[in-house]
């Protein structure tokens, strides 16, 4: 399947808010449903528009992944369930190290695909943090890429 990776703006915040809860509840089993229920709207209301994103979208022009980046920190990827496996985090996370600058990612604990997703991109280990960013208990991996 061929992607195409570009920018997106506003107009598509429902579509990638409604992609990260899908992906959220695919891949982090430890979080429970008030803590997704309590980040939706500051995804959609907040988080979105903090970062530059680039999403990858299909022929028809369906967003199948996005991800999210300030100043050179990975601050969300999150690709469609339905489509996992098949490279478009790669695809999005090459994208944005390249176009970018990306050379950092937090990345929780709990997560262990995404952590040996990252591990396996070149990214190494350089802390850890006992709460996320919203200063609940869920330990977070501080991850760096050389180069």
């Known amino acids: 399947m061929q992607h ?3 920018p997106v703006g506003a107009e598509q915040f429902e579509r990638l808010t409604e992609l990260w809860e899908a992906s959220v509840r695919a891949t982090h089993d430890f979080l429970p449903e008030g803590y997704i229920e309590r980040l939706r709207p500051l995804v959609r209301d907040q988080y979105l528009g903090f970062v530059q994103l680039r999403a990858a979208y299909d022929e028809q022009g369906q967003i199948l992944g996005f991800a999210g980046v300030h100043e050179g920190k990975l601050e969300m990827l999150f690709v469609d369930p339905i489509y996992r496996g098949q490279g478009i985090g790669k695809t999005l996370l090459a994208d944005v190290v ?3 600058g990306v ?4 990345v ?3 997560n262990p695909q995404a952590v040996g997703f990252y591990l396996s991109q070149g990214f190494v280990q350089t802390g850890r ?3 996320d960013g919203q ?5 977070l991996l501080h991850l760096k890429r050389e180069g």
């Open 129 to 131: 943090s006992e709460v």
């Open 108 to 110: 929780n604990e709990q």
């Open 135 to 139: 200063g609940d208990p869920y330990p």
């Open 4 to 6: 195409t990776i570009a």
């Open 98 to 100: 390249a176009e970018l």
């Open 103 to 106: 050379r950092e990612v937090d």
